[in-house]
């Protein structure tokens, strides 16, 4: 079993910053993506950011250039450093592993977090 756990969110101002991060943990053999997903009250989960194990990565236009996705493939570990941060960033975010294997077996699973808060107060 696989077990995704995040960490970092809170309350911050308008224009703070914040770091999440999320530790994949249990028999793992493989990851191909990691990557943070955030749903706002009255709205669909959205992607945010995610990162491959080959290091490409991909953002929402709505944080391009505030958000940095970063990942540790050694540690099964992806963070979120969140700057200039507004409002609407205001959700909870979730930590999601995609096509994760975890055997010699070509079987592969996706995995989500708990999901941790983020509030950014105006």
């Known amino acids: 079993q696989v ?4 960490s970092g969110g809170g309350l911050v101002q308008a224009g ?3 770091r999440l991060s999320c530790v994949a943990s249990g028999t793992i053999f493989s990851i191909n993506a990691m990557g943070w997903y955030r749903q706002a009250p009255g709205k669909q989960r959205e992607l945010v950011a995610s990162a491959t194990s080959g290091g490409t990565t991909q953002y929402a236009d709505s944080v391009k250039g505030r ?3 970063s ?3 050694a540690k099964n570990t992806v963070y979120l450093q969140m700057n200039s941060l ?3 960033d205001t959700a909870v975010y ?5 096509r ?6 070509p079987i592969f699973r996706e995995y989500w977090g708990q999901g941790t808060q983020v509030t950014v107060s105006s």
């Open 100 to 105: 994760v294997r975890t055997s010699q077996f």
């Open 16 to 18: 703070g910053s914040l």
């Open 71 to 73: 990942r540790d493939n």
């Open 3 to 6: 077990q995704l756990v995040e």
């Open 86 to 88: 507004k409002p609407e």
């Open 67 to 69: 958000f940095t996705i």
């Open 94 to 98: 979730y930590c999601n592993a995609d």
